[in-house]
């Protein structure tokens, strides 16, 4: 893992699926957002559940630059309902900043 660069971007979207091909489609669809909108977004990826934490708490240091996670539902190790869920209570006793999720499943 690595510290998100704030000064290549403002703020980075967090994509949390084990399919390569949603990866890509949802990646495509916002980078031309991003660039239609003239946003200065980066994109993350994750491949499950633990990536998503391990994304967001490594983020927490770093002053929050992830806003949004879009996270599969079924991937191995962690499901995306199991790590919004643990965001979400570490939310509530303050110790990572307040997301924007967004669960997708096919």
Do not use: P
């Not at 991003?34 to 990826?45: C, Q, T």
């Not at 990536?51 to 879009?70: F, P």
């Amino acid at each position: 893992y690595f510290y998100l660069d704030k000064e290549l971007y403002d703020s980075y979207v967090l994509i949390v699926d084990d399919t390569e091909q949603m990866i890509i489609s949802i990646s495509n669809l916002l980078n031309r957002y991003f660039k239609e909108n003239n946003l200065n977004w980066g994109i993350l990826v994750g491949r499950d559940g633990i990536d998503c934490l391990k994304h967001v708490i490594d983020d927490n240091d770093n002053d929050g630059l992830i806003k949004i996670i879009i996270t599969d539902e079924n991937m191995n190790y962690m499901q995306g309902s199991s790590a919004t869920s643990i965001l979400r209570k570490l939310e509530e006793i303050q110790k990572i900043k307040h997301l924007f999720i967004i669960s997708l499943t096919a």
